[in-house]
C-alpha cells in the first residue's frame, strides 16, 4: 500500500480535524466537509489494514450473517462479503450527499441529494457521527466493489494525496 502521509502527517490530520471539529473553526457550510477530509485521510492512512480494520470488518461480517439467518434459504445465499461492500457503500454514498455543495440542489439529476448535511453537534463537542462515517469509511472503502468502490477509492487517495502538501505547508512536514 502506498503512503500519502508520514506517521506524524497522520497524527496532525487527525488532530487538525478534532480541532477544526470541536473548536467549530469556519464557515458552517465548509466545517464539517474540512474536518471529515482530514479525519478520512488520518484514518485510512493511519490504520486502514489494522487490527481495528480487521475488527470492524468481522464484526460485520458476523451481523450480516446474523441477518441472512433470520432470513429464508434464498436470502442465506448471498455472499457476506459483497453484503458488507454494499452496507459500505450505502455509507460512502451518503458521505458523498453530505459533501456537495448545497447549491447542486437546483440540478435535476441532483435533487434533495445535495441537501444531505453530516450530523450536527454543537461547539465545543466532538462530531461523534462524523468522526464515525470517516472511521467506516477510512477503514473500509476497500471491500466495496464495482464502480462506487473504484471511484470511492480513486476519491479518498486524491484526499489523501491533497492533505499532505496541506499539512506540510502548515506544519512544515508531511
Keep these: 500500500m502506498t503512503h500519502h502521509l508520514s506517521p506524524v ?89 453530505c459533501l456537495l455543495p448545497e447549491r447542486l440542489t437546483s440540478w435535476k439529476w441532483v435533487g434533495k441529494y445535495a441537501s444531505w448535511r453530516f450530523p450536527k453537534s454543537s461547539s465545543g463537542k466532538i462530531g461523534w457521527k462524523l468522526l464515525a462515517l470517516a472511521v467506516v469509511i477510512g477503514l473500509l472503502a476497500d471491500n466495496v466493489r464495482g464502480a462506487i468502490g473504484n471511484a470511492a477509492n480513486a476519491g479518498i487517495s486524491a484526499d489523501c494525496a491533497a492533505v499532505g502538501p496541506v499539512l506540510n505547508l502548515l506544519f512544515g512536514g508531511s
Excluded: C, P
Aim: no cysteine.
Design 9 to 97: 502527517a497522520v497524527f496532525a490530520a487527525l488532530m487538525l480535524g478534532f480541532v477544526i471539529d470541536y473548536f467549530s473553526v469556519g464557515h458552517d457550510a465548509w466545517r464539517d466537509k474540512i474536518a471529515f477530509l482530514f479525519y478520512l485521510a488520518g484514518i485510512k492512512e493511519g490504520f486502514n489494514g489494522g487490527t481495528v480494520d480487521t475488527w470492524l470488518l468481522q464484526q460485520l461480517g458476523h451481523a450480516v450473517d446474523l441477518v441472512k439467518t433470520a432470513g429464508n434459504t434464498y436470502l442465506a445465499s448471498a455472499q457476506t462479503n459483497l453484503v458488507v461492500g454494499i452496507v459500505i457503500a450505502g455509507v460512502e454514498l451518503f458521505a458523498l450527499g
